[in-house]
């Protein structure tokens, strides 16, 4: 069956950096569009970032364009977020979720991994 | 990237339907039949309910549907049920090519 599963977070200090990885597994992982999405505590589902199967197209929320990057090794079955100047506001769990073949909704989702930006 | 608007919180009775707005506008909602509708439960994954408007992912209840009027589209849970209670949220692809979530909705079943 499809599984998603993150890891890579942990607590970093301001301005540091963090690399959350997104293993996908029970599918063709390079047939896919793939899309991070975060929840702050206590607040809403945010989208953040998506890319391509084969990583020609990508795009960022504006809150990161310009510190987050994301990326993907198809050979690996892997999502990659690179996320650098963190800041408080960053600080929220991070899912990765698989776009579906024939819509535009996320089908399947990680269990996610938790960033807290602290000093 | 305005967040789409949806109601705080809703409830009924078990039995009951309820009905969850999602506002956008011509750039999101208003301008694709590209909104979809998640269930989450806290600590769980989010779940997807509703794909491109009024699509029902297998394995969801046919209690659940969707549709869409102009720039708000609208998710309709029938016959409600305890273990509905949970956090909903709607989200549209949008002319600048990304997704763009609502801020959520917090369904209680009384």
């Known amino acids: 069956q499809v599984q998603l599963v993150e890891s890579g977070g942990g607590l970093v200090k301001p301005g540091g950096s963090l690399r959350l990885s997104c293993a996908g597994s029970?599918?063709?992982?390079?047939?896919?569009?793939m899309i991070w999405i975060r929840q702050a505590p206590g607040k809403g589902l945010e989208w953040v970032s998506y890319i391509s199967g084969s990583s020609s197209y990508s795009n960022y929320a504006d809150s990161v364009k310009g510190r987050f990057t994301i990326s993907r090794d198809n050979a690996k079955n892997s999502l990659y977020l690179q996320m650098n100047s963190l800041r408080a506001d960053d600080t929220a769990v991070y899912y990765c979720a698989r776009v579906g073949a024939y819509s535009y909704g996320c089908d399947h989702w990680g269990q996610g991994t938790l960033v807290t930006v602290s000093s | 990237q305005s967040a789409l608007t949806q109601p705080a919180s809703v409830s009924g009775s078990p039995g009951q339907s309820i009905t969850i707005s999602c506002t956008g506008t011509?750039?999101?909602?208003?301008?694709?039949?590209?909104v979809s509708w998640y269930q989450h439960h806290p600590g769980k994954a989010p779940k997807l309910m509703i794909s491109d408007v009024s699509n029902r992912p297998s394995g969801v209840s046919n209690r659940f549907s969707g549709s869409k009027s102009g720039n708000t589209a609208s998710l309709t849970i029938s016959g409600l049920q305890a273990e509905d209670e949970a956090d909903y949220y709607c989200s549209s692809y949008t002319t600048s090519t990304i997704w763009v979530f609502g801020g959520g909705t917090k369904l209680t079943v009384l």
């Open positions: 011509n750039s999101d909602v208003g301008n694709y039949k590209y």
């Open positions: 029970g599918f063709t992982f390079s047939d896919y569009y």
